[in-house]
T-cell receptor, first 116, second 114 residues
Framework: AQKVTQAQTEISVVEKEDVTLDCVYE???????LFWYKQPPSGELVFLIR??????QNEISGRYSWNFQKSTSSFNFTITASQVVDSAVYFC?????????????FGTGTQLKVEL | SQTIHQWPATLVQPVGSPLSLECTVE??????LYWYRQAAGRGLQLLFY??????ISSEVPQNLSASRPQDRQFILSSKKLLLSDSGFYLC?????????????FGSGTRLTVV
């Protein structure tokens, strides 16, 4: 069975600090997909990134960057120069590469609070 | 462009009353559809998913049921609500095809059973 662990329940930083959100996953499949979602106070989940298991290249998008390491089964998310608008709950998720409806398994989320 | 609509946004229902939450998707055909529940602890639990009209898979035995009467319509129902049914319900869709794609979520329904 697949599993996603986000050990950090809550993180508080001061604006402009860098922050890394950890994600560790478990799966028996060799083909799988990893995701990050952002949930602002409004509740709606916003898709941030998808990464497949064959692509270990790190990705950078503006202030966001993702570090995928298969050797440690981790897919960590870093926000550089954090801003108050980054305050949200962030979810890491995993989907195996088979059919069956593309089900996602979510971690329990990390609440990020960015203060002035 | 594709959009997903979910309503109502908030709902307060007494214990024992019925429930019907509706979700519709526009701008795509043959989507995979999902219902998730987010309880107070923030975790997202998959309740049901559907890969086609009339095809429903249940992930967790519970007091709820789902139906897909049309290709882009997904309904979550209950005949008699329990206090434990309170939570934030999210509908989502994804492209059906080769390989998992990210979900697009609706704006959610906050259900309080009193």
């Amino acid at each position: 069975a697949q599993k996603v662990t986000q050990a950090q329940t809550e993180i508080s930083v001061v604006e402009k600090e860098d922050v890394t959100l950890d994600c560790v996953y478990e799966t028996r499949d060799t083909t799988y997909y990893l995701f990050w979602y952002k949930q602002p106070p409004s509740g709606e989940l916003v898709f941030l990134i998808r990464r497949n298991s064959f692509d270990e290249q790190n990705e950078i998008s503006g202030r966001y960057s993702w570090n995928f390491q298969k050797s440690t089964s981790s897919f960590n998310f870093t926000i550089t120069a954090s801003q108050v608008v980054d305050s949200a709950v962030y979810f890491c998720a995993l989907s195996e590469g088979k059919g069956g409806g593309n089900k996602l398994t979510f971690g329990t989320g990390t609440q990020l609070k960015v203060e002035l | 462009s594709q959009t997903i609509h979910q309503w109502p946004a908030t709902l307060v229902q007494p214990v024992g009353s019925p429930l019907s939450l509706e979700c519709t998707v526009e701008g795509t055909s043959n989507p995979n559809l999902y219902w998730y529940r987010q309880a107070a602890g923030r975790g997202l639990q998959l309740l049901f998913y559907s890969v086609g009209i009339g095809q429903i898979s249940s992930e967790v035995p519970q007091n709820l049921s789902a139906s897909r009467p049309q290709d882009r319509q997904f309904i979550l129902s209950s005949k008699k609500l329990l206090l434990s049914d309170s939570g934030f319900y999210l509908c989502a869709w994804s492209v059906r095809g080769t390989g998992p794609y990210g979900y697009t979520f609706g704006s959610g329904t906050r259900l309080t059973v009193v």
